[in-house]
């Protein structure tokens, strides 16, 4: 069977693969699949992330090029309420909450400071497409609703994917350039920013020069994202125009 293109794996290089492997399995509810002193897989049943240990990496600068986050998408929006739940009684700390038109969505930031967006998606026929563009906004969330709704957090519930992967980028037209040549459409334009995706989702990557316009390429070894895996392309191993690995898995 051939499936639509998707996000598989993310790979982080990380300081203290210890206390990490700790934050994504006690906060976000991930499964510790495996776990050795070099690596720690987690996910549901199927892996989602790899934290690769390297505990002399240096930690990158704000306006590099790289990761600006990794997006964990839950089923429906009760999973989502239940994690903001289990966020409060566990004081986590937010770094935002929006509602961008087709999803509903929490940031935070893990130990070591990569970016985490927790998501729930609207359904398909409630998303509003004119000429190829999807309207995606940025709209205030209404987090004292959500929480009251909330249940006892139990994990990530099995359906969990990674639904998206936003990046830091030097420039745009690079990045639109690379993304096209690699088949993907592009779905929204916004300040800064510019969304892709297959199949009609509404993104898979995102790119911005929030942060990083002008942005040289990464310097490694560095902690942040290592590899991007994307799933349902011919194979091909690839880098984007600064230096992050994409691996593309039919």
Do not use: C
């Amino acid at each position: 069977m051939t499936h639509a293109p998707r996000i598989g794996r993310v790979t982080l290089t990380v300081n203290d693969l210890p206390k990490m492997t700790a934050f994504y399995r006690d906060a976000l509810g991930l499964n510790v699949l495996s776990a050795d002193k070099a690596e720690a897989v987690l996910g549901t049943d199927v892996p989602l992330l790899a934290l690769r240990s390297d505990p002399a990496a240096r930690r990158p600068e704000m306006g590099e090029a790289g990761l600006y986050h990794t997006a964990f998408l839950l089923p429906d929006r009760q999973d989502l309420a239940n994690w903001l739940l289990h966020a409060v009684q566990s004081r986590l700390s937010l770094a935002g909450a929006s509602d961008h038109d087709v999803s509903e969505a929490l940031y935070m930031q893990d130990p070591e400071g990569n970016g985490i967006e927790i998501y729930r998606d609207r359904p398909r026929d409630e998303w509003v497409w004119n000429d190829g563009v999807i309207r995606m906004g940025t709209y205030q969330l209404d987090l004292d609703g959500l929480v009251r709704s909330g249940r006892p957090w139990t994990g990530v519930p099995a359906g969990t994917t990674i639904g998206h992967v936003h990046l830091q980028v030097g420039g745009l037209p690079a990045a639109e350039e690379f993304w096209t040549d690699h088949k993907a459409d592009i779905t929204h334009r916004y300040r800064g920013a510019t969304f892709f995706s297959w199949d009609g989702y509404h993104h898979h990557i995102g790119a911005n020069t929030w942060h990083s316009r002008g942005a040289a390429p990464r310097s490694f070894p560095a902690t942040g994202l290592a590899e991007v895996e994307i799933l349902g392309l011919p194979p091909q191993a690839a880098e984007d125009p600064w230096g992050t690995p994409i691996r593309f898995v039919s």
